[in-house]
């Protein structure tokens, strides 16, 4: 095994205990035994329940409640409060939140009434840039205070400086159909579904407006989709729950076929997601694995156990651009290891006399950690090289600023005088 390879897999098992993922199956402090039940206390399958603690940043749980509308959720930390989202097509969204003091198992029942949620971004992604990102936020504060001209325009300015924020067009669909405005609410939801958006809410969205548009056919057809894909994702999640017995029951493998059958079913069903992605990994499925972290990136660029189960997954590929893309998107959750192992895959670049990829992977290495001065130093040498005096001086003397006693502090010097005589 390769010195480089042996750096990086050190890392590795860091990662898997940051996820809380190693032990959660078999050990636990608390367990909350939940059921949901509607308001004439029958259950409600098919509930997708997620819970997160502001105080345990780490904890992000998902379950999906049985035909008897019960699920179970395991606590590694008590004393701390825990936050409960559960949804459902056709349900008003449920958020609760818990105080967790019981070192053991406690039951309760929640409530969900039926209906439509009233406001939309409850669960606003992390956002590819912070222009678009500030802009969605605006347009939710502003849709959930009933100023829908303001929404709209900050939807739309949203969209503009991100075209593939498939979120901003869904919601922009909504605010055009409450403004009668039933064209613009299809093109919205139009562009949305063909992003990969299957969600109740933008599939009826776009029923209403075409209903409102009074367009027969496509009427017929969107109410098809509609029913079509409700009848789906309940099958995806009766699919999943029985990949979930068998998980329990030992049988791997068996789990695993049954959450990729799932995914058939209901192409974005977040809790499969995340099984084909962790038991891929356990399995030696690890293309599989990150394929499954990539698409729960896209609906949530910010997930952090899917930027590290992607991470784990590239790893075990060997794929080091795959690897590098995963690095610099876990780096806002792991950074010392994002850091440690772009530098050594650069250095591998470098030691290779590879430019190119000297020149890209240093690039990355600074974009997580812009104040290493090694990575300057040795840009710098590789600018020399290319004889491209502006960035070889660009890179020497922010070195000299970051460490103007380094040992190698003499050579920069000496490298810029040269440049300033010739």
Do not use: C
Request: no cysteine; hydrophobic share 45%; aromatic share 8%.
């Amino acid at each position: 095994m390769t010195t480089r390879k042996s750096a990086i897999i050190g890392t590795l098992v860091i990662v898997l205990l940051a996820s809380g993922m190693a032990e959660a199956i078999t050990k636990y402090k608390g367990r909350l035994i939940g059921k949901v039940v509607d308001p004439d206390g029958n259950p409600v399958e098919g509930v997708t329940v997620k819970a997160t603690s502001d105080q345990v940043p780490e904890f992000n749980e998902i379950e999906v409640t049985d035909a008897k509308g019960v699920f179970k959720i395991d606590f590694d930390e008590i004393n701390v409060v825990y936050k409960y989202q559960f949804s459902k097509g056709g349900f008003i969204t449920l958020v609760t939140e818990q105080n967790w003091q019981k070192d053991g198992i406690a039951r309760h029942t929640f409530t969900m009434t039926p209906g439509q949620s009233a406001s939309i971004g409850d669960a606003a992604p992390i956002l590819t840039t912070s222009e678009a990102a500030t802009a969605y936020q605006e347009a939710v504060a502003a849709f959930n205070a009933d100023d829908l001209t303001t929404a709209e325009l900050k939807f739309e300015e949203a969209i503009g400086h991100d075209p593939e924020l498939r979120q901003a067009l869904e919601a922009l669909s909504v605010v055009e159909l409450k403004q009668g405005d039933y064209a613009e609410a299809v093109e919205a939801a139009e562009m949305a579904i063909a992003m990969g958006a299957t969600d109740n809410a933008v599939l009826r969205t776009r029923w209403e407006a075409y209903r409102l548009l009074g367009d027969e056919a496509k009427t017929a057809e969107a109410l098809k989709d509609l029913e079509s894909y409700g009848a789906l994702a309940e099958e995806a999640k009766r699919i999943y729950n029985e990949g979930v017995a068998e998980l329990k029951a030992g049988n791997k493998e068996g789990a695993f076929l049954k959450f990729k059958q799932a995914l058939d079913a209901d192409r974005n069903l977040e809790p499969a997601l995340f099984a084909v992605a962790t038991t891929g990994l356990e399995l030696g499925r690890y293309a599989e694995s990150a394929a499954a972290a990539e698409t729960i990136l896209k609906l949530d660029p910010g997930n952090a156990d899917a930027l590290r189960l992607r991470y784990n997954a590239a790893l075990e590929l060997e794929d080091d651009e795959m690897l590098i893309d995963a690095l610099v998107g876990l780096a806002p959750v792991e950074p010392e290891a994002a850091k440690q192992n772009l530098w050594v895959l650069a250095m591998a670049a470098y030691n290779a006399n590879d430019n190119a990829k000297t020149k890209d992977r240093f690039g990355k290495v600074l974009l997580v950690d812009p104040d290493n001065a090694q990575a300057h130093y040795l840009l710098g040498l590789v600018y020399l090289g290319e004889d491209d005096k502006p960035k070889t001086r660009e890179h020497l003397e922010r070195f000299l600023e970051l460490a103007p006693d380094d040992p190698d502090a003499g050579s920069a010097r000496d490298i810029l005088s040269y440049l300033d005589a010739s």
